[in-house]
Each structure stands twice: as structure tokens, then as C-alpha cells.
């Protein structure tokens, strides 16, 4: 079975101290749904049209444990935390097996 990469990219932060009560609930509740973080912070160098925004990738061990991750009542209560504070693109992709 692949992975599964949740990757979301930040196109801008209107609201910082929403985003770290955002931070507070949805760390957890990723880790606790069997997910795995691989990088999160600023990009260090953008190409193309990238921005140099914040951006996370997490791994899981398949697309279903991500969806259920980010379906699941602990990430959808850090979502409400979240608001509009962030303008942002979120993808689960399927990884090369």
C-alpha cells in the first residue's frame, strides 16, 4: 500500500494568534490519526510561482488514514479554531510505491 502526503501551502496569514490556537489542536490530532510530519515552517527558496509561505507536509500510511485524519472531529475542531485566518491549499496525494 502507498503513502499518503497531506501537503498544504500558505498563501497568506491575516491572523497569526488564530493560526498558533489552529497549531494547538491540529498537531495532535494529525499525530494521534497516525500522522507524521515531514516538514512545516517557511520555504526557504521559491521557484516559478511558489511563495515563500508557510508550508507543511505530513506523511500517512495511506490516503485513507489521511482523509479519515483530516475528516475526523479532532482536526475539524482545530479547523473552527483556524477561520479565515488563513488563506490556504490543501491536497492529499497519493505517494510512489
Do not use: C
Not at 14 to 20: I, R, T
Request: net charge positive; glycine share 10%; no cysteine.
Amino acid at each position: 500500500m502507498a503513502k499518503a502526503y497531506w501537503v498544504s501551502t500558505y498563501f497568506s496569514v491575516s491572523d497569526p494568534a488564530a493560526l498558533g490556537e489552529y497549531a494547538k489542536l491540529a498537531g495532535p490530532a494529525i499525530t494521534a490519526a497516525g500522522g507524521r510530519f515531514i516538514a512545516r515552517g517557511n520555504a526557504v527558496q521559491a521557484y516559478e510561482k511558489g511563495l515563500k509561505e508557510r508550508l507543511v507536509i505530513i506523511e500517512f500510511d495511506s490516503v485513507e488514514k489521511a482523509i479519515a485524519a483530516h475528516d475526523g472531529p479532532g482536526y475539524q475542531a482545530a479547523l473552527q479554531k483556524l477561520g479565515n485566518a488563513a488563506q490556504r491549499d490543501l491536497r492529499i496525494v497519493e505517494g510512489v510505491a
